[in-house]
T-cell receptor
Framework: GAVVSQHPSWVICKSGTSVKIECRSL??????MFWYRQFPKQSLMLMAT?????????EQGVEKDKFLINHASLTLSTLTVTSAHPEDSSFYIC??????????????FGNGTRLTVT | GQQLNQSPQSMFIQEGEDVSMNCTSS?????WLWYKQDPGEGPVLLIA?????ELTSNGRLTAQFGITRKDSFLNISASIPSDVGIYFC?????????FGPGTSLSVIP
């Protein structure tokens, strides 16, 4: 089946530093990738949607200068948390799907990245 | 805005029992997806439904895409301990993907 690889699986960083999370589709071309944030015992909250070669579309309340998303190829998207603060500590999950318009495929998820900012 | 309800919020059942959960939305969707998430991991696709009225099975799991395209249910038969986790319904439109609030399933051996 379709595989999405997310790296790193966990990261601890100091306040003020930046962290980059990678999301790769290993066996399909991901025309669209999504980035989610999940708090304990809650559902996934969509942060942004990115289409290959285009600027990401951010959900309301998500700071685009804080969470930089790059989707430079059909197999790779990155999320960079800039100037991280303790309140950015969370579980970040990416997902990817192929196709577009009326022929989109199902979402396939990475295994998530646990970010802890000290 | 769009509303998506998933029920029940949580379930505690005995091993061997059947489970049923459902989602309803205020909008029409083209696809309904069901995922399971284990703690500390990403969601895993269980069943994908692409046509209104479609009934699909995957082992002990059965899901249906409602005729109105505004709802879907997931049934799990003869539950086992490894069914424990959070189940999400994820209706998908052309440009939008929405996560249900989730159903937390606990199976008592």
């Amino acid at each position: 089946g379709a595989v999405v690889s997310q790296h790193p699986s966990w990261v601890i960083c100091k306040s003020g530093t930046s962290v980059k999370i990678e999301c790769r589709s290993l066996d399909f071309q991901a025309t669209t990738m999504f980035w989610y944030r999940q708090f304990p015992k809650q559902s996934l909250m969509l942060m942004a949607t990115s289409n290959e070669g285009s600027k990401a579309t951010y959900e309301q309340g998500v700071e685009k200068d804080k969470f930089l998303i790059n989707h430079a190829s059909l197999t790779l998207s990155t999320l960079t948390v800039t100037s991280a603060h303790p309140e950015d500590s969370s579980f970040y999950i990416c997902s990817a799907r192929s196709g577009g318009g009326r022929t989109v495929g199902p979402l396939h998820f990475g295994n998530g990245t646990r970010l802890t900012v000290t | 805005g769009q509303q998506l309800n998933q029920s029940p919020q949580s379930m505690f059942i005995q091993e061997g029992e059947d489970v049923s959960m459902n989602c309803t939305s205020s909008s029409i969707f083209n696809t309904w997806l069901w995922y399971k998430q284990d703690p500390g991991e990403g969601p895993v696709l269980l069943i994908a439904l692409y046509k209104a009225g479609e009934l699909t099975s995957n082992g002990r799991l059965t899901a249906q895409f409602g005729i109105t395209r505004k709802d879907s249910f997931l049934n799990i038969s003869a539950s086992i301990p490894s069914d424990v986790g959070i189940y999400f319904c994820v209706p998908q439109g052309y440009d939008k993907v929405i996560f249900g609030p989730g159903t937390s399933l606990s199976v008592i051996p």
